[in-house]
Every structure is written in structure tokens, then in C-alpha cells.
């Protein structure tokens, strides 16, 4: 079975995080990912760089989706989720 999109917006999280050499907590989708989880803004747009490349869609290329309205863990994975729906 493949990976769902949710698994893989936390795995590239977890990454992401590890290459940085940053604690997370348990990953929950109500997780926010600045103040919670302590990305920066450039660990963000890190995050949405490899989430792109693993992913293989933006949602934030259309403006249907502004970076500053994902908040949490959940908010990233449902602006993936969407994207990879039109997409395909």
C-alpha cells in the first residue's frame, strides 16, 4: 500500500526537523508548526521545498492557498491533499 499524503507531509516533517537537528514532539494534525513545533520561517519554506520535490505538486503556486493560512500539521496536509486532487 503506498503512502497516504498525511504520512508523508509528517515524514518530510520529521526529516526536515532531523536534518536541522530539531526536537518534535508526537505529530498530530492540530500540531502548529511555529509555535508548537519551533519552525522558523525558513524551516518552513525548507519544508514546502521538499514537500514539492516529494510530492511533486505546489499548492501554493495558485492563489487559492496562501502560505500564512497553514497554521498546524493538518492545514499543510489538506493544502497537499487538495493540490494532488486537481492535479490528478
Known amino acids: 500500500m503506498s503512502e497516504?499524503?498525511?504520512e508523508s507531509v509528517h515524514r518530510v516533517i520529521q526529516t526536515v526537523a532531523s536534518e536541522r537537528g530539531l526536537q518534535l514532539p508526537a505529530l498530530r494534525a492540530e500540531a502548529e508548526l511555529v509555535d508548537e513545533l519551533g519552525?522558523?520561517?525558513?524551516?518552513?519554506?525548507?519544508?514546502?521545498a521538499s514537500l514539492e520535490e516529494e510530492l511533486g505538486?505546489?499548492?501554493?503556486?495558485?492563489?487559492?492557498?496562501?502560505?500564512?493560512?497553514?497554521r498546524t500539521v493538518g492545514d499543510l496536509a489538506a493544502a497537499y491533499e487538495?493540490?494532488?486532487?486537481?492535479t490528478h
Open 57 to 70: 505538486v505546489d499548492p501554493f503556486q495558485q492563489d487559492d492557498v496562501m502560505i500564512t493560512d497553514i
Open 4 to 6: 497516504t499524503i498525511a
Open 39 to 48: 519552525f522558523s520561517s525558513l524551516l518552513v519554506a525548507a519544508l514546502i
Open 82 to 86: 487538495r493540490c494532488a486532487q486537481r
